[in-house]
């Protein structure tokens, strides 16, 4: 965005990875859903398309902003005018340099991922957002113990209802042959052989598009289908060696067969997890998919820089970090700015690129003395997604976030059909959770947005046999 509006300037796009991430197949599938693939580029791509690019091979390893300067890990120092921080976030490990705990954020790590689970036969997965359900869903022929803090599964987009819905996927054969991924993979040649295994945490990779685990053959060792067993309301209290485990001299659990089944393992494991409910299960790694924390790491040092609570940078309305001439977009930066009613932001690629567009303009309009107006997209929070292979919308506050105990939620449900869900406030509609074929999604949007009264409508707003969309067309 930046080349294209100022095409006579130099633009260094400075990255620690050799690919660049592109968005392809882009769809605007109405005023702010919008849907696309991610996809790894080799970096002379993009020069080629934008002479005025040049991509920077390097990380970053400080930024002096009172001289406007950026000095990356191999020596060199550059020069901005404008700056604008888009480095992402990283995943938050449950414990740090532990061989047998993989992070997964990116599609490096994705891999180490695969090469483990082809020799295993019992993982742990702690974590509850997007990533964790994907993983327990693809994952076959390997037993896993889910662990989660919340009472349902996939927290971030879902209450317990939608939880309830997607559950029997989890049990179910799955007879649907995986599509061809369309994500390629470039790296420097040599560069997979230097240990890349470990899915080490400190290697900065790019985050995973919305399709990561198409094409990765993601089955352990076992011959059955999807053998998934959720601990629910717990955490990971520690974390044993095989060594230490033997020390403790206390039992671990097998896979549970039913409910009342518990029984101590004969099997010896190469690691052991301790949950805060008490029980013990023993593994051949743990996968830990419990979110990201803003990678601000190198750019603090020396900088003023205002900080939000989640560790992001703080940006205003024009993307705008509180040093002069440095903004920030997608993960690493924190919307300090006062939000629409209807949207709030979450770490994920629809809005990192959003964010990037926008910020782009400002940075624009700023270097012209412009005045510019918030994006149309920071309107309304608008997700699409697939989960256990149904479409999933969530728009507006569909958890009722910051609502308080202020508002009704209407549900329609077809059992392994669709799942509607509705948070309605004052007779106006504030959020909705589709699951499935819906075609609701339009029609939803524009009641969100232009909050109706819909009060006069009652439960018939979600009855089957009324057709709602020709009512609000």
Same mark, same amino acid.
């Given at each position: ?12 796009? =400075? ?34 398309? /934008?002479?005025? @690019? ?54 490096? $790590? ?6 483990? %689970? ?18 327990? /869903? ?9 662990? @989660? ?20 996927? %989890? ?16 790296? #420097? ?11 080490? $945490? ?13 094409? #990765?053959? %993601? ?26 485990? @033997?020390? %403790?001299?206390?039992? $671990? ?92 932001? =979450? ?21 012209? +003395?412009?005045?510019?107006? =918030? ?20 728009? +507006? ?6 609502? +308080? ?24 509609? =504030? ?36 057709? @709602? ?5």
């Amino acid at each position: 965005k930046l080349a294209a509006e100022f095409p006579s300037e130099d633009i260094f796009l =400075m990255t620690a990875s050799p690919v660049i991430k592109a968005v392809t197949n882009f769809k605007q599938v109405s005023k702010t859903l919008e849907e696309f693939d991610v996809e790894e580029q080799p970096s002379s791509l993009l020069e080629k398309r /934008y002479p005025n @690019i040049r991509v920077i091979q390097s990380g970053v390893k400080q930024l002096k902003s009172d001289e406007h300067k950026i000095y990356t890990e191999d020596g060199k120092e550059y020069i901005y005018e404008k700056l604008c921080l888009c480095a992402g976030a990283k995943p938050k490990l449950i414990v740090e340099g532990n061989p047998y705990v993989l992070g997964i954020r990116d599609t490096d $790590s994705a891999q180490a991922f695969q090469k483990n %689970l082809a020799q295993a036969e019992r993982i742990v997965v702690v974590g509850n957002g997007g990533i964790a359900l994907e993983l327990v /869903y693809e994952i076959q022929g390997c037993e896993v113990i889910w662990a @989660i803090k919340d009472k349902a599964i996939g927290n971030t987009f879902f209450d317990a209802g939608a939880a309830e819905f997607l559950l029997p996927k %989890l049990t179910a054969e799955s007879p649907e042959t995986p599509i061809e991924c369309k994500r390629t993979k470039y790296t #420097l040649e040599g560069s997979e052989e230097k240990g890349r295994a470990t899915g080490a $945490s400190d290697k900065l990779g790019s985050a995973l598009g919305p399709d990561w685990h198409e094409g #990765l053959h %993601l089955k352990g060792t076992k011959e059955f289908s999807h053998k998934v067993h959720i601990e629910i309301l717990c955490e990971v209290k520690k974390i044993h060696s095989q060594q230490e485990f @033997i020390q %403790l001299q206390q039992t $671990s659990l097998t896979f549970p067969k039913g409910e009342k089944n518990v029984e101590a393992d004969e099997v010896l494991w190469p690691v052991y997890v301790e949950l805060t409910n008490g029980k013990i299960y023993g593994c051949n790694f743990i996968v830990s998919a419990t979110g990201v924390v803003p990678n601000v790491e190198p750019f603090l040092d020396g900088n003023n820089f205002a900080v939000g609570e989640d560790g992001g940078l703080k940006v205003d309305k024009h993307m705008h970090t509180s040093l002069p001439d440095v903004f920030a977009a997608g993960d690493i930066c924190t919307a300090a700015w006062e939000p629409s009613p209807v949207w709030h932001q =979450m770490r994920l690629w629809t809005q990192a690129r959003q964010m990037g567009w926008y910020a782009a303009k400002c940075m624009a309009a700023d270097a012209l +003395g412009e005045s510019i107006d =918030m994006d149309f997209s920071f309107e309304l929070f608008a997700h699409i997604t697939k989960f256990f292979n149904y479409k999933v919308v969530v728009l +507006g506050k569909f958890n009722a976030q910051g609502l +308080g105990s202020d508002h009704e939620l209407m549900l329609r449900c077809t059992k392994g059909h669709e799942y509607i869900k509705v948070v309605m406030q004052n007779g106006r509609m =504030m959020g909705a959770v589709l699951i499935g074929e819906t075609d609701l999604e339009e029609t939803f949007e524009n009641l969100i947005l232009n909050q109706m009264d819909l009060s006069a409508y009652g439960e018939d707003l979600l009855n089957p046999d009324i057709d @709602i969309e020709d009512y609000f067309d």
